[in-house]
């Protein structure tokens, strides 16, 4: 069984950076796709950034060019560098474990507030 630990989240002013990190438990990890995903408040979840287990990246048009989804095998861990946060990126930030059907095992969420 896959455990995802979210951390790095918090209270940031626009314009502010964050960086997400993703600790995964289990022996999978190398072997698979990983993902970021948020959902607001009475909102839909949203795939942020993807990236595969041979390191290849994905972006969602909002964040485009002030994310960066990045993993470390070794340590069993996915960051997500966020630059130039906005009002708009306010959500509970999720990993995920990636498989060819779609997003699997989820973590339990890191909260992001980006103030005015």
């Known amino acids: 069984q896959v455990q995802l630990v979210e951390s790095g989240g918090g209270l940031v002013q626009a314009g502010g950076s964050l960086r997400l990190s993703c600790a995964a438990s289990?022996?999978?990890?190398?072997?698979?796709?990983m993902g970021w995903y948020r959902q607001a408040p009475g909102k839909q979840r949203e795939l942020v950034a993807t990236?595969?287990?041979?390191?290849?990246?994905n972006y969602a048009d909002s964040v485009k060019g002030r994310c960066t989804i990045s993993r470390d095998n070794a340590k069993n861990t996915v960051y997500l560098q966020m630059n130039s946060l906005k009002p708009e990126d306010t959500a509970v930030y999720y990993c995920?474990?990636?498989?060819?059907?779609?997003?699997?095992?989820w973590g339990q969420g890191t909260q992001v507030t980006v103030s005015s």
């Open positions: 990236i595969t287990h041979t390191g290849s990246t």
């Open positions: 995920a474990l990636i498989h060819p059907y779609g997003p699997d095992y």
């Open positions: 289990g022996n999978i990890f190398s072997i698979n796709d």
